[in-house]
């Protein structure tokens, strides 16, 4: 079984930066594809950005393409979200998961994840 730990989540203004880290443990996330899934209050969690097992392929939520990065470093059984010109409505606790499948590609659905950590909150302010 991994686990999953978030981090870098904080308090920023409209138009800030952050990059959220995911640090994997108990066993390597290399041969799986990884994704980044957020829930504000009263809303269901949402998909945001997934990349396949190996980096070379990433998908995007509509709402974040083109400011938000996904990236993996499988030496360091981490994966990362860099998120640019935030803006308040991507206010939320932010979720990264491990793919159930191995080697598959990039994954959007919530249900074909096998694990999850426990999030990490992400305020941004106008």
């Known amino acids: 079984q991994v686990q999953l730990v978030e981090s870098g989540g904080g308090l920023v203004q409209a138009g800030g930066s952050l990059r959220l880290s995911c640090a994997a443990s108990?066993?390597?996330?290399?041969?799986?594809?990884m994704g980044w899934f957020r829930q504000a209050p009263g809303n269901e969690r949402e998909f945001v950005a997934s990349?396949?097992?190996?980096?070379?392929?990433?998908r995007y939520a509509d709402s974040v393409k083109g400011r938000f990065t996904i990236s993996r470093d499988n030496p360091r059984n981490t994966c990362y979200l860099q998120m640019n010109s935030l803006k308040p409505e991507d206010t939320a606790v932010y979720y990264c998961?491990?793919?159930?499948?191995?080697?598959?590609?990039?994954?959007?659905?919530?249900?074909?994840?096998?694990?999850w950590g426990r999030g990490t909150q992400v305020t941004v302010s106008s």
């Open positions: 998961a491990s793919a159930t499948t191995v080697f598959g590609g990039v994954v959007a659905s919530a249900s074909e994840y096998a694990n």
């Open positions: 108990g066993r390597t996330i290399s041969a799986r594809a």
């Open positions: 990349i396949n097992y190996s980096g070379d392929n990433t």
